[in-house]
């Protein structure tokens, strides 16, 4: 499948329009048609290099958005038309221990993260959701609730699957008590997810400058905010 992407060429350089292959499916694939994509700040240090392991050219984006256009011969749990999500991962063996026990990002035969990474059949370099087209293993392809603005669904993805998952480890519910530390891109999704779950939240930040932002998102009137910034529920 032809499509065509954004891509960085090398570590300085802007993203620029890239075409290229998808993978014709394999019968428990999906493909989808990406409606949106999330920014997430681990595309740029991806597209500029920083970790020192970018492949180039390397098309970012991993909180992927969209709607099933095919489906391999094996695929059972959508059909075209659907609105799914990708978020990270694409593909790993489902056969091993973490696998089993979903955690998938530890296979011990190699995970595929959704960019920048070997297929773990043809060994073909990935390329993210800054492109038109996606396809990915039907295991790693996420159902987007009907009702959800598809528009807003994509930070979830990674932002939001990043902050729930202590949430619900930690066994986070009424009665709980959760510091959120900074209220960036991660700190305002774990303030509404942990609210959500009925605990109290406090957030810290080193100034004043995010608490009418921290209270309009718990939506409720603070006894008090400190002068570090620190503002708490009563």
């Given at each position: 499948?032809?499509?065509?992407?954004?891509?960085?060429?090398?570590?300085?350089?802007?993203?620029?329009?890239?075409?290229?292959?998808?993978?014709?499916?394999?019968?428990?694939?999906?493909?989808?048609?990406?409606?949106?994509?999330?920014?997430?700040?681990?595309?740029?240090?991806?597209?500029?290099?920083?970790?020192?392991?970018t492949?180039?050219?390397?098309?970012?984006?991993?909180?992927?958005?969209?709607?099933?256009?095919?489906?391999?011969?094996?695929?059972?749990?959508?059909?075209?038309?659907?609105?799914?999500?990708?978020?990270?991962?694409?593909?790993?063996?489902?056969?091993?221990?973490?696998?089993?026990?979903?955690?998938?990002?530890?296979?011990?035969?190699?995970?595929?993260?959704?960019?920048?990474?070997?297929?773990r059949?043809?060994?073909?370099?990935?390329y993210?959701?800054?492109?038109?087209?996606?396809?990915?293993?039907?295991?790693?392809?996420?159902?987007?609730?009907?009702?959800?603005?598809?528009?807003?669904?994509?930070?979830?993805?990674?932002?939001?699957?990043?902050?729930?998952?202590?949430?619900?480890?930690w066994?986070?519910?009424?009665?709980?008590?959760?510091?959120?530390?900074?209220?960036?891109?991660?700190?305002?999704?774990?303030?509404?997810?942990?609210?959500?779950?009925?605990?109290?939240?406090?957030?810290?930040?080193?100034?004043?400058?995010?608490?009418?932002?921290?209270?309009?998102?718990?939506?409720?009137?603070?006894?008090?905010?400190?002068?570090?910034g620190?503002?708490?529920?009563?």
């Open positions: 499948m032809k499509t065509i992407g954004y891509a960085a060429q090398t570590a300085g350089a802007p993203l620029v329009p890239f075409t290229f292959e998808r993978r014709p499916l394999r019968p428990n694939d999906v493909a989808m048609e990406i409606l949106y994509c999330g920014v997430c700040h681990s595309d740029l240090h991806t597209a500029r290099n920083d970790w020192g392991w492949l180039y050219p390397a098309v970012p984006g991993h909180e992927i958005v969209g709607r099933v256009t095919e489906v391999g011969s094996a695929v059972s749990r959508y059909k075209v038309g659907d609105a799914v999500a990708v978020g990270c991962l694409v593909d790993s063996c489902q056969e091993c221990d973490h696998c089993h026990h979903g955690e998938e990002q530890f296979c011990s035969n190699g995970r595929t993260d959704t960019y920048n990474s070997p297929d059949i043809s060994g073909a370099i990935t993210g959701g800054y492109s038109k087209h996606l396809v990915v293993r039907e295991e790693f392809v996420l159902r987007v609730p009907e009702g959800l603005d598809l528009a807003k669904t994509a930070p979830l993805l990674c932002a939001g699957i990043t902050t729930y998952s202590p949430l619900r480890t066994n986070v519910g009424p009665g709980s008590r959760v510091g959120v530390i900074g209220l960036g891109g991660l700190g305002h999704m774990a303030v509404k997810l942990a609210i959500g779950l009925g605990a109290e939240v406090t957030v810290m930040s080193r100034t004043k400058d995010k608490a009418a932002d921290a209270l309009a998102l718990v939506q409720f009137q603070p006894t008090s905010c400190s002068s570090g620190s503002c708490s529920q009563p």
